[in-house]
């Protein structure tokens, strides 16, 4: 684990292996936890690069509002930290998706490769970001825990819901790392966010979409039509798992993840 300071505020990130880089941008509320059995396997043969975002994790909260362009320059920084010049993979979980969306639309020189993992490329309507902002104020007023338990039943299957309660306990600790000031300028970032589904077929790079056959929030119907819009893609389901498919199926996101990064 370390920390630089990347665009004026401290950030905590892990760098493990050598090889090509491959960026791995974490989902909300989380932290780079989630990644940690592709983590541990990529860094066979790969240098991989899991930062925790502005907020959350180990990172210092933010002092201001951000948005996906704040996350995104903050991990071009990081890279600049790191004296990684040649492209990289970037694989987005979620809101890291939404991360990596602005990011192409930033630092596409950067890029050599995408995984776009449990995530949409469509806007909040108007409702849910809303609902977002309502949100933000009640974490402001009673902190974070009602938003938590409130995903929790959306980010896994049922399945694992009702028959994984350790699963369910690690990603709850992972969400409580998260600082309430960070929770609240994500949730304004991502109902802010812009559409990027007009960005899908400049995406000149190779690409995989990988999904949860459970997902609630980012369902495969949603996934596969972001693979059809994008130039070059592969698009893979992974059975038994919901929205939180690198912790519910670790071992089939990550023989997804080495296919696309040795092809
Ligand atoms: C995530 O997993 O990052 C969030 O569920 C994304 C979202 O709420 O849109």
Redesign the pocket.
């Known amino acids: 684990m370390s920390t630089a300071t990347i665009n004026n505020h401290n950030m905590v990130y892990e760098v493990i292996g050598t090889g090509k880089p491959v960026l791995l941008v974490h ?2 509320p ?1 932290n780079r936890q989630m990644w940690r059995v592709q983590i541990d396997a990529l860094a066979q043969s790969h240098k991989v690069i899991a930062p925790d975002l502005r907020g959350f994790g180990e990172s210092d909260p933010p002092s201001g509002d951000v948005s996906m362009a704040t996350y995104a320059d903050d991990l071009a920084a990081l890279l600049d930290h790191l004296a990684i010049d040649q492209p990289v993979t970037i694989a987005g ?4 998706g ?1 991360v990596a969306f602005e990011f192409w639309r930033r630092h596409k020189n950067r890029v050599g490769n995408m995984m776009l993992i ?1 995530t ?1 490329a469509d806007p ?1 309507p108007s409702e849910k970001a809303a609902g977002r902002k309502e949100a933000a104020q009640r974490v402001l007023k009673e902190g974070p825990n009602f938003l938590y338990d409130g ?1 929790m039943p959306n ?1 896994v299957s049922d399945r694992t819901f009702n028959g994984q309660p350790d699963l369910v306990k690690s990603l709850r600790a992972i969400m409580a790392t998260s600082s309430p000031a960070g929770v609240v300028a994500a949730l304004h970032a ?1 109902a802010n966010r812009p559409d990027s589904q007009s960005l899908l077929a400049e995406i000149s790079v190779p690409t995989v979409v990988i999904v949860g056959a459970e997902d609630a ?1 980012s369902p495969p119907s949603v996934m596969e039509q972001i693979a059809k819009s994008l130039q070059t893609a592969e698009f893979c389901v992974i059975e038994n798992a919901g ?1 939180m498919t690198t912790m519910e199926n670790p071992d089939a996101v990550t023989t997804a993840m080495k296919k696309h990064l040795s092809a």
């Open positions: 989902g909300f989380l979980f979620s809101m890291g939404y449990d949409r909040d995903m980010l991502m929030i929205h």
